[in-house]
């Protein structure tokens, strides 16, 4: 099942919330500083024992403070443009996560806006590819798992809406 709501990601009650960290696990601004400041210090701790994480991969932690049991901290790519691999590679974001959340056998998971923010990625192209991404990654894997799409404005709700009403 796949939907959209606008909330705090801090504040779901999800096997896990992927966080859109960068390539050095060790916290940021954004939605990575919000899920690093309502996890606590354990986190940080746990993530600093990872060695970073390439752009497109993903890594799964405990959720420390959070009511979300693991964090997935997947890494998107900076848009330049859209000619430096950018789709193919948040694709991966996409994908890689729910590969650790079958592999992990979770039932719930929230992804966050992946690369929208500070990195840049044009709102709706992302929000095609990430909705594209988890059906194909469900029906290819046989995979069922409760996804929500945690957007934090009213302008992405509408895509995300948009975005789900056109499936299949
Ligand atoms: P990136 O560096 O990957 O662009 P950002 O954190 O800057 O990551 O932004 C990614 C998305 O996360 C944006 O749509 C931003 O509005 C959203 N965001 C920021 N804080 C939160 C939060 N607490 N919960 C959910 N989404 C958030």
Known sequence: ML???LADITTLEVDAVVNAANSTLLGGGGVDGAIHRAAGPGLLEECRGLG????GEARLTGGYAL?????IH???PVWHGGRKNEPELLRLCYWNSLELAREHNLKSIAFPCISTG???YPAEAAAHIAVRTVLSFLDRNKFDIEVTFCVFSRPDLDIYKLELERKP
């Open 52 to 55: 970073g994480c390439r752009t």
């Open 67 to 71: 009511c979300a049991n693991h964090v």
């Open 74 to 76: 997947t890494v998107g």
């Open 118 to 120: 500070v990195y840049g």
């Open 3 to 5: 939907k959209a709501i």
